[in-house]
């Protein structure tokens, strides 16, 4: 009895177990709200070489305010995270102000991310606050850049702009110089090439030892040069509506075809892209060490030049514009002969944070002059200590620059004229259009350089413009027209979630049922363990089941997260199939190469590492441990070790080539992942080298086969082939056929190694599905669409999945079987 009675007892003690935990979860929970004064969240990017400045200023801020603790959070170098943000404002806990990429801003706004800041400006200036944002006090480049629908939704803090620098040694030396000796500069595309060429030096085996200019190093991109090549909206890669895409237009035509041409002038992008990959930063930057005689650049390389290399002589120009408007007396058609593009940084607060009137308070501090005077004496002060030379960043405030440039103007009188260019070019300045597709028309601009530079299946430059411009253009035409189709009551969407649940609920209740009936005891222990297991059964439920049964729901939704999801039908298969087939059937096909050539060389080596490894040696356990070890290396490690290892230029295996058969039959060594050709064969290699993990499994098998199967072998006269062919193999086939399921799937759904190497490139020659999949839902917020692949993708790997089950009785043998 008194043992029966515990068992009774056991459920009851777990239900109070659980709710202990759970009161004392929230308990903490609760007095981790009980904070004295004010956290202000601030997601930004922290630059070491700013890091003290930054940090005074937050200082002073906190003092001004008491109570007040900003608190930073790193969000990458250079780049706010969009799966982060977009997470913490669907969650309803956003930051209180984040430091984004000012050319996103218009994506983020016309998705109500952002708050308007019209109000808090007008509001202070009435006040007539000190601090109070004026727009005239901004570079109209940056300032519009971060307005959108006549709104201002952020406040510009930093800016920058692209200049010519050019080493004036290296120019003396091939003859480029005045009548006075002195080194000039191109001033036309034309002369720009033709000094490129006299500048580049070629080693005995005809790669480079120097290279006088390459069109994309440094921070330019085709929009500079198509700016360059026009005047007005003509140049542009939208309209003035903002409505209709034309990134092919007749001037970025043209700069596509001036970037071609001097790229074939040396050997083709490919053998450009080896050299480059030999490029290392700071004190090694192939500018500063004299392998790049020329490139175009932001302002902060004046800051590298001056820390890494201070004795460079170096020289600050205008980018080189064509020969047309280089020509022109005046202006060029209502423009200023030389031309430049700025980028830069802003603060926005997102809807729903908290604290707005102290966010605010806070940016007008941040972009005030004396916050950013009290940034440098702090930063100056730190680099002094350092040993450090110390340069001013740009701010996109004017006043601050003019602050900054009196009170901190660099001795050397290069770096000081390198600071009054980059200022004075300022007022020329264009910027990237605000549009809410800004990030694919980037993507799909870098993405036409790639095809025209490398003559993709043979696309010209138009017609390599003329494919990103159609996929902009159909994506403008399908968010405009997106009020054609009806909501959907979210309400609908998580009713059918519930019921879903709850049937496999009832199903999985029907089936414990069927079992027969159980006595009190039987129950007891039962609830006990239900209990015990609830929260991974919860969780499977809510994390997994759900996601799985709204994905099938959303993939007939137009969805971005942000807003209410529109009922498309059919439209999102229909479009991978017809509009978007080129990419799908691309990435489809890539996979299949690497099915179809890296599984069979996974299974031989791995087979084969199993075969040596199941002989009777000293030190095996030793041999197994070492050979297992690459299949357990973390995915980021592994991806920079062979990013490593391949390099065309250092990389070991290049210079295994090059000793070997490039010193006896004459052949260049691979471009692996800078190559279109290699970057899916470096793949391949790559996964071989973890073949490691299939040999654990191999090894069991052989380790499975009966003894007497071979003692019997060799009675009949059998030779180590005939065995091997007709015992080892058939035995080893429901091993071999567990690795060819395991392998296609692992092949379909490839991910990290792509994401971390080659983003998919060159020209989509390593893009696979489910970074097709992860671009469209993460970065273009496509979540509909994004679904709609994912059940592509599903649907694909279950239909092999079955043709390899049905025909697994033909191959495949299990020792359990009858003969």
Not at 481 to 486: E, L, S
């Amino acid at each position: 009895m008194q043992k029966a009675n515990n068992y009774l007892l056991r459920p009851a003690l777990s239900l109070l177990f659980l709710a202990g935990v759970i009161v004392c979860v929230f308990g903490l929970a609760g007095c981790g709200k009980q904070q004295r004064g004010v956290r202000l969240m601030v997601w930004t990017y922290v630059l070491p070489d700013l890091q003290a400045g930054q940090t005074a200023m937050d200082k002073e801020f906190e003092r001004r305010h008491p109570g007040v603790k900003v608190c930073r959070l790193a969000t990458g170098a250079g780049q706010m995270s969009p799966q982060k943000l977009m997470t913490a404002i669907v969650g309803k806990v956003p930051p209180n102000i984040v430091n984004q990429d000012r050319f996103t801003i218009g994506d983020w706004a016309s998705r109500d991310t952002f708050r308007p800041l019209n109000d808090l400006m007008e509001r202070d200036l009435k006040r007539n606050d000190r601090y109070a944002i004026r727009e005239k006090d901004y570079y109209e480049a940056c300032w519009k850049e971060a307005q959108y629908g006549g709104n201002t939704f952020a406040i510009p803090n930093s800016t920058d702009t692209r200049l010519l620098f050019y080493n004036k040694e290296l120019f003396r030396e091939a003859g480029l110089v005045d009548a006075r000796g002195e080194a000039t500069p191109p001033k036309t595309w034309d002369e720009l090439l033709d000094y490129a060429k006299k500048l580049t030096r070629y080693s005995k085996d005809g790669s480079f030892e120097r290279i006088g200019y390459i069109p994309n190093y440094g921070n330019c991109w085709l929009y500079l040069y198509a700016w360059q090549n026009g005047s007005g909206p003509e140049s542009e890669f939208m309209d003035p509506t903002g409505r209709r895409c034309t990134l092919n237009n007749p001037h970025a035509v043209g700069a596509l075809e001036y970037m071609v041409k001097v790229y074939d002038s040396f050997k083709g992008v490919e053998k450009i892209n080896q050299f480059q990959s030999t490029f290392q930063p700071n004190e090694l930057d192939p500018f500063l060490t004299g392998k790049v005689a020329m490139k175009i650049d932001t302002n902060g390389s004046i800051f590298g030049c001056a820390r890494y290399n201070p004795d460079l002589d170096l020289g600050i120009a205008p980018a080189p514009v064509p020969r047309d408007r280089y020509l022109q007396k005046g202006r060029f058609k209502g423009q200023p002969k030389f031309i430049t593009w700025s980028g830069g940084f802003s603060y926005a607060i997102p809807r729903g944070a908290k604290h707005v009137d102290l966010s605010w308070e806070y940016i007008k501090w941040m972009c005030s002059v004396e916050a950013n005077v009290i940034c440098a004496k702090a930063q100056k002060a730190y680099n002094d200590a350092q040993d450090r030379p110390f340069i001013p960043d740009m701010h996109a405030n004017i006043r601050v620059n003019e602050a900054l440039f009196t009170q901190f103007a660099p001795p050397q009188k290069k770096f000081r004229h390198g600071m009054r260019v980059a200022l004075d070019m300022m007022e020329y300045s264009k910027f990237r259009p605000v549009t809410f597709v800004g990030q694919q028309l980037w993507d799909e601009h870098v993405l036409a350089f790639d095809k025209a530079t490398r003559h993709y299946q043979g696309l010209t430059a138009k017609q390599a413009l003329d494919e990103g411009t159609y996929k902009v253009q159909k994506e403008l035409d399908k968010i405009y027209d997106r009020g054609k189709n009806p909501i959907i009551n979210m309400g609908y969407i998580y009713g059918i979630l519930g019921l879903a649940l709850l049937g496999m609920v009832i199903i999985l209740y029907a089936k414990a049922r069927q079992s027969g009936p159980v006595g009190k005891l039987m129950r007891g222990e039962a609830l006990a363990g239900y209990v015990f297991a609830s929260p991974w059964i919860i969780g499977f439920l809510v994390f997994t089941i759900g996601p799985i049964i709204a994905s099938i729901i959303f993939s007939f939704c137009d969805y971005d997260v942000l807003h209410d999801a529109r009922w498309v039908g059919l439209q999102n298969y229909r479009e991978w199939f017809t509009d978007d087939w080129k990419h799908l059937s691309k990435a489809f096909v890539n996979v299949a190469f690497l099915s179809a050539i890296g599984i069979p060389l996974g299974i031989v080596t791995g087979l084969g590492i199993a075969m040596l490894l199941n002989t009777k040696v000293k030190g095996m356990s030793w041999y197994r441990t070492v050979y297992y070890l690459p299949s357990i290396v973390p995915a980021v490690a592994a991806a920079f070790l062979w990013l490593w290892i391949m390099n065309p230029e250092y990389g070991l295996l290049n210079g295994l080539w090059k000793a070997t058969l490039t010193t006896w039959f004459g052949l260049s060594p691979p471009g692996w992942f800078a190559s279109e050709a290699w970057a899916k064969p470096g793949l391949i290699v790559w996964g071989i080298w973890g073949a490691g993990g299939g040999m654990i499994l191999w090894l069991a098998g052989l380790q499975g086969i009966p003894q007497q199967l071979y003692e019997a072998a060799d009675l009949d006269g059998a030779n180590w082939l005939q065995k091997f062919r007709n015992v080892t193999l058939p035995m080893l086939s429901p091993y071999m056929f567990f690795n060819l399921i395991m392998g296609t799937i692992g092949a379909l759904q490839m991910f990290d190694q792509v994401y971390l190497t080659t983003l998919g490139g060159p020209v989509e020659a390593t893009m696979v599905p489910v970074l097709l999949l992860f671009n469209n839902g993460f970065t273009y917020f496509k979540m509909g669409y994004a679904s709609a692949l994912a059940w592509i993708i599903f649907a694909i790997i279950l239909t092999l999945a079955l043709v390899q089950l049905k025909l697994a009785p033909r191959w495949v043998h299990y020792e359990s079987e009858k003969k």
